[in-house]
């Protein structure tokens, strides 16, 4: 992974302000790849790319939409999510990249419930 990703990499996601550097991203990656997952699977994945002249975005693109299936090495799962990652490319490395995925679904897979706080209206009329 670490010959993929550019010295200044920055990836967002998949929650609203979580980031992460290159360093950090390598280390996280090793530790789930031999810790936490079995198997991830892309049963369906497809690709496009843009150039985007200006702006604080410039430069060039390549998005990334899949359906994977996750399995997990304590046996839970699997989970099946679908994942957005736009990964941002200067010379042949990924600079940056935002991932985002529906969290919540991937917990009730795993047979998570949420609460609402006490107070709280269902929003539901």
């Avoid at 994942?83 to 917990?107: P, R, W």
Wanted: aromatic share 12%; proline share 4%; hydrophobic share 35%.
């Amino acid at each position: 992974m670490s010959n993929y990703l550019g010295d200044n990499y920055i990836g967002m996601g998949p929650s609203y302000g979580d980031s992460i550097r290159k360093e950090q991203a390598v280390q996280n990656w090793k530790a789930n790849a031999t810790n936490l997952y079995e198997k991830i699977q892309y049963n369906r994945s497809r690709f496009a790319s843009v150039t985007i002249p200006e702006g604080d975005n410039k430069g060039n693109w390549v998005a990334n939409w899949a359906e994977l299936e996750i399995r997990f090495k304590d046996g839970k799962g699997p989970v099946t999510i679908w994942a957005n990652t736009n990964y941002q490319v200067e010379n042949g490395k990924i600079v940056k990249s935002i991932t985002f995925y529906n969290e919540a679904d991937a917990l009730r897979q795993l047979g998570y419930t949420f609460t609402p706080p006490a107070g709280a209206q269902s929003g539901a009329q």
